[in-house]
């Protein structure tokens, strides 16, 4: 809530245009709005949809449920044996956690004052008599998930619970329109408009790079393509954050993501602080650091863990344990991202690259909610790269750079699913609900061809081969109107609807050693490993979850059962989940930085003279230059490209560029990405057919190699098959996984990869793979950044051949042998197991 | 050098994988089928045809090229082999109404690829009932000379038993890489064939499913890879 704080400009005015109740309260605590909140206030009460971006503690959540509350409490109470009227507000939040959070916090001030309003919550937790009675006597605010929003919508009786709507507030919008979960939640706030034309909005946001795609997202986009844009109110950021790099008194190392180097003196600024939280970007970087903090946490401190895998009791207990100011600190990973109020922490140490400066901004927000006084954060970079990395985020903080990625065309599966809830709720017009869908932001360049074979695809699935009229969804009714053909697929879609989906986890539960068959059912559960992962494990590996060293004994129905180990190293779980890419302006940042030895005087002095080094034994490359350099190291060439555009953008150049050189006889035999770099080996002296022209570096890396290279590799790749299992779960062609049915439906169901084949082999064209393919492009395969950097580079291709190892080749040739060439990997395996059983049977 | 050796050398130069069973050679096609040169016989187990419409009959429209895919396998299989009689060794449709939905284009591939040869349908739990309007003749069992074709492995089979089912798959676990792939499982007294259709799941051979039914110390998975089959002893299995 607002402290007292002179804002320069009258707002007495508007001050004594609130309610009585609120005068008084104001009063009584001691406080004056802000003049964001009375701003807010005004213009929603004028009729405007609005965007409020603010810094953490600036009061926003206040700020937007002022005009609700304020409404509210002037709106005559309803008489006894009236009828009840709907939902005023409905207030949107990513995180089940939050609106809970929000609920507690909104209670307060409205008993205090007295206030007649009811605030309920309505997550998948809420139990089933509580959901009906809510349909029956709706409360006047609801707080919500998107998820939610989609069952609620797709009901029935959805049109009359909204009736009586003003107000949608969207908190942490700035999280929830990145990603399809902001695709469906945008086709859900179009239908609120049709049942509620004049309904206003309200996003709140942290700073974000683009304000204006925010505002077009909360309001009606014109039906002729006209962009229309919310009101906008910007609060400026509090006190400056003060940020520093470790400097540490150790070597940094060459590569790895542990920082195992900097642990003392990360242990010794928990100590000099009451409350620190420790950032890391992955699952398995936070178990390994939780590790090795404990190995020389000599006094005992209350040090904790809170990730996504954990079971969700054992992360209750470590929240509230932190909202007591009970612990030292948390290593936590981005569950912890979103504004959920955490006591009072005085430090937040990043463990890793940020690699976003507008994600360092939110994560270092956590530390110190009051935003008059400055947050407190030290980046330890686990690299040399990372050095880098971590100098650019921080000048970019202070600079107050924003690289929130921009905004994604709505996808196509999400549709085919808003859709399908569409019907669900009652028949619909073609005409009119594609109408509705281009009003959202995201669809707004939505054809009516697509959106019609989006409708055909919900009826029979939309193949060429059209076998399945007889058993459509939906039909086309004499009246013009589509119309569900059964009930029991609205009972369907209830199961399957929303966008999150989860790889195939398994509980993983403690047991004894060697425990065998029927006595291993036991045990407490620790939490959820990806299946992926603990397939790779064979009996007895051991591993790191939870906080313990785990001895792996078994899967058994959907349990992985593990002893504990006492074993120094295991082997680490690697999540999927959790890696960003390196945002687009901090690889720039990162360029400049190469290219300005003036600015290595900023860098610690063992990364400055790391790039001295290089500078005299090779090249730096300038900002917009790609530099190759190529070396033999052992009996192999080596080509290493720096772009610094990114993982999974390498990934891909990697791919394709193993397949060019393939079909120029360089015979390449594997590469290697990492966020900064790309190394790719093989049997030919790369360098020296560049010298004598055999081979072309313009041609190498000519941007038509995303034309038909991409193609066929992208159609092979074990990445689609992925991204085609998200899609079609999602499109409502394959259940969802439900915990604890997943394996009495492995007889009846039909696995993805084999629909993907088929589909792949027989309808090229379908509607699905050309989502599917779309979505790989943006997501997992990053092509438009990687085209992006072909079309930059282009006639800056700076190429040095070496006769050994640079300095800067170092970091990615440490990589090598942690990953392989996929393809045709597998059946190599094959055969050498194959090969094991000729050999044995030889002798 | 033992003679299991030197076949499987053999075989291997061919990319053939010759089985020695109950005293009978066989030929596992990494297609998934498998031939008895001597009879001229080839067989296919669970086909599980019209699975995909099976589907949609309860609203989950994938798509309907299953049955397509699937026999024009079994038509490029009947093309490199060339057998005067052909098992189909149970669940050949995914359930009893499979074939009143089979679409007339791939009635008549399944047609033209019964023409000319013995065609025998075995009964499956998905299918007890033979095919009415397809011909070809059914039976539970079949025993031909130290062979006996059913569709679920009996436990207390005897020598020479060649069934499916249970759809094998095999999985190793090499270099923190697993590899999973369906498989003809064998001791050499019982095999157990892989599904062929092109919506087959399958099951692990560790799985408790399997469990007594193969003496383990002579268990080989002979795993499907693209273009041969890979035998690999069971202590690599996992």
Not at chain 1, 184 to 213: C, H, M, N, Y
Not at chain 1, 806 to 830: H, T
Not at chain 2, 44 to 55: I, N, R
Request: proline share 5%; aromatic share 8%; with cysteine.
């Amino acid at each position: 809530m607002s402290k007292p704080r002179p804002d320069g400009f009258a707002q007495a005015d508007l001050f004594l245009t609130l309610p009585k109740p609120f005068i008084d309260w104001f009063g009584e605590k001691g406080w004056q709005p802000r003049a964001h909140q009375l701003e807010l206030l005004g213009r929603v009460q004028g009729g405007e949809s609005m965007l409020l971006i603010a810094p953490t503690g600036a009061g926003k959540t206040l700020a937007g449920f002022l005009p609700s509350l304020t409404d509210l409490a002037m709106r005559a109470r309803r008489k006894p044996g009236e009828a009840h009227r709907g939902v005023h507000t409905l207030y949107i939040s990513p995180l089940k956690a939050l609106a809970v959070d929000i609920k507690r916090n909104l209670e307060t001030p409205v008993a205090e004052m007295g206030l007649p309003i009811s605030i309920e919550t309505r997550t998948g937790d809420t139990p089933q008599h509580k959901r009906q009675r809510q349909k029956l006597i709706p409360p006047e605010i609801l707080l919500t998930t998107p998820e939610q929003l989609a069952l609620l919508i797709a009901a029935g009786d959805a049109a009359r619970f909204f009736e009586d709507l003003e107000v949608v507030i969207f908190d942490e919008l700035h999280s929830l329109v990145t990603s399809k979960r902001g695709h469906l939640l945008a086709l859900g706030l179009a239908r609120l408009r049709t049942f509620r034309p004049e309904l206003k909005t309200i996003g709140l946001s942290a700073t974000v790079a683009e304000p204006d795609e925010l505002r077009r997202w909360l309001v009606s986009q014109g039906p002729m393509g006209e962009i229309h844009m919310s009101g906008v109110i910007e609060v400026a950021g509090g006190a400056k954050p003060e940020i520093t790099i470790l400097k540490s008194r150790e070597r940094v190392p060459w590569s790895g993501h542990s920082a195992r180097y900097a642990m003392s003196e990360v242990y010794e600024a928990i100590r000099a602080h009451q409350t620190t939280l420790l950032f890391v970007n992955t699952r398995s970087q936070a178990e390994l650091l939780f590790q090795e903090l404990w190995k020389i946490n000599d006094d005992s401190l209350p040090i904790a863990l809170h990730h996504g895998s954990l079971d969700v009791s054992q992360r209750r207990k470590v929240e509230q344990a932190m909202a007591a100011n009970a612990l030292r600190a948390v290593v936590a990973t981005s569950t912890l991202d979103l504004g959920i109020d955490w006591g009072d922490v005085d430090l937040v140490v990043h463990i890793g690259a940020p690699k976003g400066a507008s994600r360092l901004a939110q994560r270092i927000g956590r530390s110190n909610h009051r935003m008059d006084e400055p947050s407190k954060a030290i980046l330890v970079p686990a690299n040399r790269f990372e050095v880098l990395e971590c100098q650019a985020a921080l000048d970019a903080n202070y600079l107050g750079a924003q690289d929130t990625p921009p905004l994604r065309e709505g996808s196509l599966d999400v549709l085919a699913q808003h859709v399908m809830g569409t019907a669900c709720a009652g028949p619909f017009n073609a005409a009119a609900l594609h109408a509705e869908v281009t009003s959202s932001a995201p669809y707004a360049a939505l054809s009516r061809a697509d959106f019609d074979r989006i409708i055909d695809f919900v009826a029979t699935g939309g193949y060429a081969l059209r076998s399945y009229e007889q058993y459509a969804r939906i039909r086309l009714t004499a009246d013009g109107s589509w119309r569900l053909t059964h009930p029991r697929f609205a009972q369907q879609y209830r199961l399957n609807a929303g966008t999150i989906i989860e790889a195939p986890m398994l509980d993983v539960r403690l047991t004894r050693s060697r425990a065998k068959g029927a006595n291993a059912r036991g045990g407490p559960v620790l939490g959820k490993i990806e299946e992926g992962f603990l397939e790779s494990l064979v009996h007895g590996d051991t591993f790191l979850f939870a906080g313990k060293t785990l001895r792996y004994e078994g899967i058994r129905e959907n349990a992985c059962f593990a002893s504990t180990a006492n074993d120094r190293d295991p082997a680490i779980p690697y999540y999927a989940g959790g890696k960003f890419p390196l945002s687009t302006y901090l690889a720039e940042q990162v360029r400049t930085m190469l290219s300005e030895p003036e600015r290595w005087k900023a860098l610690p002095e063992q990364v400055g003279e790391w790039l001295a080094i290089q500078k005299a034994k090779s090249i730096l490359p300038k900002r917009d230059e790609l530099l190759i350099e190529t070396f033999p190291r052992g009996e192999r060439y080596y080509m290493v490209a720096y772009p610094f555009e990114g993982r999974l953008a390498h990934q891909t150049l990697g791919m394709l560029l193993t397949k060019r050189l393939e079909r120029a006889k360089a015979r390449p035999l594997g590469f290697v990405a990492t966020d900064y770099a790309l190394a790719v080996w093989g049997l030919m002296d790369f360098g020296r057919m560049f010298s004598r022209n055999e081979l072309s570096l313009s041609a190498l890396f000519d941007e038509d190699m995303l034309g038909d290279d991409l193609e066929a590799w992208l159609d092979e790749s074990f990445l689609l098959k992925r991204t085609f299992r998200y899609c079609a779960t999602i499109a409502g062609l394959i259940e969802k996984r439900h915990p604890g049915k997943e394996k009495s439906g492995r007889q009846m169901t039909v696995s993805s990869d084999l629909i993907y084949d088929v589909l792949r082999s027989h309808d090229p064209g379908h509607i699905l793979l050309e989502a599917t393919r779309a979505d790989a492009a943006q997501g997992l395969l990053d092509v438009h950044r990687l085209g992006d950097m072909l079309s930059r580079i282009k006639g800056r291709i700076v190429h040095k051949g070496l006769e050994q190892i640079s300095p800067l080749a170092v970091p990615i040739m440490l990589e090598i042998g942690k990953e392989s060439v996929a393809g045709d990997a597998q059946e190599a395996l094959l055969a050498e197991a194959a090969d094991e059983l000729l050999k044995e049977s030889m002798l | 050098m033992n003679q299991a050796a030197a076949s499987a050398l053999d075989a291997e130069r061919n990319h053939e994988c010759i089985l020695e069973f109950a005293g009978v050679q066989l030929v596992a096609d990494p297609a998934g089928c498998l031939y008895w040169p001597q009879e001229r016989l080839l067989v296919f187990s669970d086909l599980h045809l019209e699975k995909g419409s099976s589907q949609a009959v309860r609203g989950r429209m994938i798509p309907p090229y299953d049955t397509g895919a699937t026999l024009k396998m079994v038509r490029d299989c009947i093309n490199r082999w060339q057998p005067s009689s052909v098992i189909s060794l149970g669940d050949s449709f995914h359930d009893g109404g499979g074939e009143g939905r089979l679409p007339d284009e791939f009635r008549q591939l399944l047609t033209d690829c019964m023409t000319g040869r013995d065609w025998v349908w075995i009964s499956g739990n998905h299918d007890p009932m033979p095919p009415a309007a397809l011909g070809g003749v059914a039976a539970d069992v079949l025993a031909l000379g130290p062979l006996t074709f059913r569709h679920e492995p009996l436990p207390q089979s005897g020598c020479g038993e060649i069934s499916g089912h249970l759809h094998p798959q095999a999985r190793i676990v090499r270099r923190g890489k697993s590899v999973r792939r369906r498989c003809f499982a064998t001791d050499g007294s019982r095999l157990i064939m892989p599904a062929f259709g092109a919506y087959t799941g399958g099951l692990n051979i560790r799985d408790k499913a399997f469990s007594g039914l193969f003496d383990l110390s002579r268990l080989h998975a002979h795993v499907m890879g693209r273009e041969r089959i890979y035998t690999i002893d069971s202590k690599q299995l996992v």
